[in-house]
Structures are given as structure tokens and as C-alpha cells.
């Protein structure tokens, strides 16, 4: 029997892996998905709450966030799939003088790059998000250009369409081996067969460090578990997501936003972290998240909460994902640790990859992989998580 030969095999079909296929299928490329799950997004990606926004405080993520942005918006004009997207924007609340100060800082960054983002006072933020509790408000940024979408129906999407132009997906199947030669990549191993390939991508998620061992290496990719939520569909009253950034017992920071059925969707992120690949629901999160919410945004009070859920971020010892080729591997390239953001990066990294893999890479892209290389110093720390 012979094996079947792909020009690049991708570990994962969730936020990475399918938007890679895409745009490797769309290039006129064959490429193979495989996956443990049983369908396309069923590891962290369904569990992602849906927030797309390009208000990062890297450049590397705002380039690729901005890219995603523009691929989101699109999609259904250009593909003709209702992946949900909203334009509602995001806005990073400030009720400290010291969140004023770093959001402020942060504005030179993010407009340098090219990001439609700026400061509001409390009463023009006021008039954006009504009713944010006006007591205390300083004001906060805002970005009209951010929205949301849905990740399942995302992930259908480029699924379906990367099948269209080519690509192959192998679900309920694990990759045991990658196969070497001469200190590079000529095929993968499953537990269902092999595979001949010169380029093998992790986009493993939660499982990239795992995923990296089978071929001899080590990422330092480590899983938490963040805790999210869903209440009944309401009138909307709410446009952009609303961040508040201040910490509290339990959680360094929270988040919430309307989708566009009406829900409203809210996420906590945990302090200290939840490190491990418990995905449960607790008992505790509802009892912490929601004084929080209600003292922001009094309204939500009497709104009914329908479920609760956990997912896993992939988390670097710097916030930052780690993109870029092995050196101890030739064809082994990394997209990994995207550190519960891998949605919105989804898009932006898939297309970066493509153009990795077919050698078409362009200065700016030249300039994202540096800052995300695999080898760079984990000393920093992203700002705005």
C-alpha cells in the first residue's frame, strides 16, 4: 500500500488548524487535519466566548488581529456562511487612575500600527455604553472596529470550505510519531496509519507541548482552565465588549459583551491561574463574576444566566504566542500557546502560515515571526490579557 504524501500536515482543528488548512487548500496546496475529537473545533475552540479585537499592546497581535478582523468581516459577503459577526467594538473601562495611565500609554502603540482606537472621557463613554455605572468612571478606551462571531459556526465554516479546495481531515485519530530523517520532517504517525509530509504544523492547543515531545522537542506551553458564561437572550442594550481590567479576589480581570442572538456572554480570567486540563463547571464562579458585573452595569442584574462552562487557554511564561520553525527540526514549524485568544489570532496566523509554508513571506511577516519566535527571551509580559 502506498502512503499518501500531503504537502503539510497540520496536528489540530480548532482556532489555528482551520483557518491554516484554508488558506493552504486555497493556495492550491494539500494539506491533512488530523484531530483526537470527533469533529472540527471540539477542543478549546468551542469553548472560546467569541471576541475578536485587534486591541492588543503587541504589534505581532495587532497585525494578525487586524488581518482576522478583516477576514471575519468579510466572510460571509465572500464565502456566503453566517458565521454570526458583530461590529460592536471593544472598550477597556477605567475606574483607577493607574488603569487610565496604562490604557493611555498603551493608545501610542496600538494607533501606530494602525489600530482605530481612542481614549473616551467618562461622559463620551457614556454615550457608547449607557449604562456602565457612571460612579468612579474615568473613562476608557474604545475600538468601534472589534467585534465578535460565532466560533462554532466559524469552525464550520473553514472546514467546510478548506474541504472544498482540497484538504483532508482525519478526526478521532492521534498522532503517535512524527517520522525523521537527517534532522528533518518526512512524515507523521497515528494510530491509524502514517503519512508522508515535509512540513508538519502544531496547532495543538492545550496539547502542543505534547504534541512537540513526539518529535523530540519542548515548547513551554502550559494549560489553564478559565470559566465562562451565557444568559438568556435580552433586547440588545449593549454594543461593544466591556473590559475592566481592575483585579479582584478570584480573578485579575473580567469581561462581557452581547452577542448578536442577544445573549450575553461574560469570562473571568483567574488569579491565581487554574493550571491544569480540568474543564468541569464550579460552583464558584457565578457567586464571584456576578457582583462584579452588576456593580459595572447595574442592568444586568435581573437578566437569567443559562449555562456555565470551562476551557482551556494555552498559556507562554510571557502572554505571548510562540509562531515559527523548529531549528532542532527542519519542516516542523510551531503555532502554538496562544493564550486563550487563538480565535481571534486564528485567521491572521492560518494566512502567516501559508505564506511560511509556500516561501512567499513578506517583510511584516518577517517582523511578527521575531517577535514570536520560539527562541526569543520569555521576559516580558502582554498587557492587556
Known amino acids: 500500500m502506498t502512503t499518501k504524501v500531503y504537502d503539510a500536515i497540520i496536528i489540530g482543528a480548532g482556532s489555528v488548524g482551520l483557518p491554516t488548512a484554508f488558506f493552504l487548500a486555497q493556495a492550491g496546496l494539500r494539506p491533512l487535519v488530523i484531530d483526537q475529537f470527533a469533529s472540527p473545533g471540539q477542543g478549546s475552540n468551542k469553548a472560546a466566548i467569541g471576541g475578536i479585537r485587534a486591541t492588543h ?8 488581529c487586524l488581518k482576522s478582523i ?3 468581516s468579510t466572510w460571509r459577503e465572500t464565502y456566503g456562511d453566517n458565521i454570526e459577526w458583530y461590529q460592536g467594538g471593544y472598550s477597556f473601562v477605567a475606574y483607577r487612575e493607574r488603569d487610565e495611565r496604562v490604557l493611555k500609554d498603551l493608545l501610542k502603540i496600538q494607533q501606530s500600527y494602525g489600530l482605530d482606537i481612542r481614549w473616551l472621557e467618562r461622559d463620551d463613554l457614556l454615550e457608547v455604553i ?3 455605572n457612571p460612579e468612579g468612571l474615568i473613562g476608557g478606551t474604545y475600538s468601534p472596529g472589534d467585534g465578535s462571531a460565532s466560533p462554532l459556526l466559524t469552525a464550520h465554516a473553514f472546514y467546510t470550505r478548506a474541504r472544498e479546495r482540497g484538504a483532508e481531515f482525519r478526526f478521532r485519530e492521534r498522532v503517535t510519531g512524527i517520522i525523521r530523517r537527517r534532522g528533518r520532517v518526512v512524515g507523521v504517525r497515528t494510530d491509524k496509519g ?4 515535509e512540513v508538519v504544523i502544531n496547532a495543538a492547543g492545550p496539547w502542543a507541548r505534547a ?3 513526539l518529535a523530540g522537542l519542548d515548547v513551554p506551553v502550559v494549560p489553564d482552565s478559565h470559566e465562562a458564561g451565557i444568559t438568556e437572550p435580552v433586547a440588545r442594550f449593549v454594543e461593544p465588549m466591556v473590559v475592566d481590567i481592575r483585579p479582584a479576589p478570584g480573578s485579575k480581570n473580567y469581561y462581557f459583551y452581547q452577542h448578536a442572538t442577544g445573549a450575553v456572554v461574560f469570562c473571568i480570567t483567574p488569579a491565581p491561574p487554574i493550571v491544569g486540563t480540568d474543564r468541569r463547571e464550579t460552583s464558584a464562579f457565578l457567586p464571584m463574576i456576578a457582583p462584579r458585573m452588576v456593580d459595572l452595569m447595574p442592568k444586568l442584574a435581573n437578566i437569567k444566566v443559562r449555562r456555565t462552562w470551562r476551557g482551556l487557554y494555552p498559556m507562554t511564561p510571557d502572554g505571548f504566542p510562540i509562531v515559527g ?3 532542532e527540526l527542519e519542516g516542523y514549524i510551531y503555532a502554538v500557546g496562544m493564550c486563550g485568544q487563538g480565535y481571534m489570532l486564528g485567521p491572521g496566523v492560518g494566512a502567516l502560515l501559508a505564506r511560511m509554508v509556500q516561501g512567499t513571506l513578506t517583510p511584516e511577516d518577517d517582523e511578527i515571526l521575531e517577535e514570536l519566535s ?12
Open 57 to 64: 499592546s503587541a504589534p505581532s497581535k495587532i497585525r494578525l
Open 211 to 213: 504534541a512537540a515531545q
Open 70 to 72: 478583516e477576514i471575519f
Open 374 to 385: 520560539p527562541y526569543r527571551e520569555f521576559g516580558g509580559e502582554e498587557r492587556l490579557k
Open 325 to 327: 520553525r523548529a531549528r
Open 194 to 197: 502514517g503519512y508522508a509530509t
Open 130 to 132: 449607557p449604562d456602565l
